[in-house]
Structure formats: C-alpha cells, structure tokens
Nanobody, 124 residues
Framework: VQLVESGGGSVQAGGSLRLSCVAS????????MGWFRQAPGKEREGVAW?????????YYDDSVKGRFTITQDRAKNTLYLQMNSLKLEDTAMYYC??????????????????WGQGTQVTVS
C-alpha cells in the first residue's frame, strides 16, 4: 500500500473536515502531490496540488479556492487537505495522488502515477 487517505465523513454545509494521506514506498519522493475528487456520475477532477520539495508552492481549482488548504508534513510523509465552508457540491470521494515525473505540477489526472483508495466526504 502506497497512499492511504483518512478523515472523510459526513458534515453539514458550512462545516469543516481535514483529510490526511500518508505516503509510503515508492510514493515518497514524488515531486508533486495532489488531491482529487469524484462525485457519482462525474469524472474525477483536480482539487489542489503542492510541490513536495523546495518552496512547496501550491495551486487550487477555482471551485475550492479560499476554502480549502493543502499542506504537507514532510517528516511524517503526510499530505493534508483542510476543507472549510463545505458546500453540498463538495460531496465526493476524495483521493490523494503522487506524481513522480519531476515535471511541473498540474491537476491533470494522467500525470499522477499512484493513487490512494479514497475517502468519502458527504455534505448535507
């Protein structure tokens, strides 16, 4: 097992959740880590990415900008997604992913080599 997410659950609109993703094995050392989500009947979409080294620059999809924050604890090989002001439309399975290509980070799912099993977030 390479990426393990946790922290999902059910929350009322306006509430908060923090997702965690622990990396192990080949996923350690990935140049980019990202969070993605997939709602029933919809394609998987990118939420946020972060460079795992250097400045740790990050990027957010417009749908979550200002509400979600991606962070990392390099010592613990753990990626986080703090989600505030949750909306009904945030309901989805959330996945973390690792990109080992060394190229510039992107929210293109095809660039990510390793995926976790997902954690469900339900907003009501």
């Amino acid at each position: 097992v390479q990426l393990v997410e946790s922290g999902g659950g059910s929350v009322q609109a306006g509430g908060s959740l923090r997702l965690s993703c622990v990396a192990s094995g080949d996923t350690i050392g990935a140049s980019c880590m990202g969070w993605f989500r997939q709602a029933p009947g919809k394609e998987r979409e990118g939420v946020a990415w972060i460079y795992t080294t250097g400045s740790g620059n990050d990027y957010y999809d417009d749908s979550v900008k200002g509400r979600f924050t991606i962070t990392q604890d390099r010592a613990k090989n753990t990626l986080y997604l703090q989600m505030n002001s949750l909306k009904l439309e945030d309901t989805a399975m959330y996945y973390c992913a690792a990109d080992r290509s060394g190229s510039a980070c992107t929210l293109d799912t095809r660039r990510f080599d390793y995926w976790g099993q997902g954690t469900q977030v339900t907003v009501s």
